[in-house]
Structures are given as C-alpha cells and as structure tokens.
C-alpha cells in the first residue's frame, strides 16, 4: 500500500463530494450560493486545491445525504487531507502545482513515465540532477540549488521500503550519450540506472527507444506521467511537462490518449534485458573513451 499523502486525500475527497453535486443535479454556481461560499472555493477544493473546513465538510454531509459509512469515509479523508506532506517544508521554493506532483508521486501505486531527453526524476544521481538544475537556472543561488536537489532525492525515498513505487520509465538511446554535466557525471549516472535494474527487478523497469526505432506516437513529445493510485475509486492522472510549463490533467479521453502513446512507444522500446545491456555498453564506451584521454 502506497504511503498517506495529503495531496491525494484532497483529491479524493474532492473528487466524491463533485460527484455527489452533480448526483444532486447542482451547478456549481448554484451550490456555491446554497452554502453561502464562493464559486472559486468550491472549486479548489472540489479539485484539492485546498481542504475542506470541518463545519463546512458536516454541512456538505448533510446536504447531499451521504450515507454513514461514507461520510466517516469522507471524514477521514478530511483528516488526512489536513497533515503536512514533507513537501510542504519547500513552500516557496517551488510553485504550487509542482508542490501538488509531489503529493501525488508521493502517494502513487505505479507510474509510467516517458521522456526521451534526460533522465527521469526519481531516477537521477545528486551529481547529474546538480548539473540540470544548474544548466536550467544558471542564475539561482548555491544554497537554492542544494535544497532543489534535497528535494529531488526525498522524492527517490518511494522506490525502496516495504511497498516501493512500480516505476516504469521509457528514455531514448540518446539519454545515454547525452553529457549532462560532462563525462564523469554521465558515467556515474549510466553505472547508476544499471545497478538499479538489476538492485530492484520487482519495481523497477527501465527501456531504451535505440537509436534504429524508426519512430513512434510519443517522439518530439513533452514529458509526461501517467500515475495509479491504491484507491479503485480515483482515476489514472496524467502530468505533462513542457519547457515553460506543467499541468495535472485528469480528463478520460486526453488520459487515454497518452495511455495509447505510451503503449506504443513500448512497443518501439528494447525489451528489459536488451535495455539494460545498452546502458551497459554505453557507459561501457564512455569509460573507455576517457580512460584513452586520460
């Protein structure tokens, strides 16, 4: 079971009481004026934006006639919503939507993920995560930096323990050349991803798209994630990422649409084994080449 997040539990708690107004065949500007809120606060936190009051939750209970086992279930989710995820310890330093991904990683069952430029996030030696934090804002201070990098290992604590995250992560073959933060830092993240494939085989799945995949949906992308979570009752959500901008999506069609792609570009992917040997032999190249330099 994936650890309590409170991002999550505001989302799921969101997402019950939206259905129930729309069972009740309320508007949302028509419920806003039922109890006596505005539209814009009734939508954050239909969209777990932000938590529900406790009197204001007892009200809503009432008025849309759950059922007991439900509103304690509710109740609790009110609760959980409420606790500080440790995310919340970088308040300022990120924005608020990608203080949201975090929750939402956090509290994930699997995710799949694809990016054909860089190494994923949970995936990322200190080194190699120092060097693209510094590449993309050359201009933040050193003490900025360090605690962006804080941040992103914390985030690496969900593939180990007793129930790690089901991570599945699509790169292209270029990942693996591409000198992020020059050849020695390249190196150590290349020996990184191979001893992880082969550390944690049970929750960990790592392709390569070879540079001889004639093509496939997803190429010239963004980013994106496709997360589940342990509750059958919150739906798969998708992150996308672009160079100006982020967005937690979770409407059905444009899910599935990503859903499609990324079936496809397994498809275009090596296989697990053959995966892990390509990375083995780049990193395999790269240490011969500087061993020759040198």
Known sequence: MAPSSPTVAAWALGRRLREKRDQAGLTAT????????????????????????????????????????????????????????????????????????FGYEHGAESIRTYGSDIVTGL??????????IEAGSPNLRLAEVDRRIQARLHRQNRLTGEDPLQLSTIMSEAVLYQQVGGREVLAGQLKYLGDLVEQQPGNLDIRIVP???????????SIFHLMTFPSGKLPTLLWQETVTSTQVITDPMTVREYHLAYTEVTKAALDRKSSLLRIKDAYGRLRSRTTVET
């Open 211 to 221: 540079f001889e995949a004639t093509g496939h949906e997803a190429m010239g992308g």
């Open 123 to 132: 995936l990322q030696t200190e080194e190699y995560a120092r060097a693209l």
């Open 30 to 101: 028509a419920a806003a004026k039922r109890f006596g809120i505005t539209s814009a606060y009734l939508s954050e936190f239909e969209h777990g934006k932000k938590n529900v009051g406790e009197d204001r939750l007892e009200a809503l209970l009432d008025a849309y006639e759950f059922d007991k086992d439900e509103a304690d279930e509710l109740r609790v989710l009110r609760k959980e919503a409420g606790r500080r995820g440790w995310w919340s310890d970088y308040t300022g330093l990120f924005s608020d939507e990608l203080l949201r991904f």
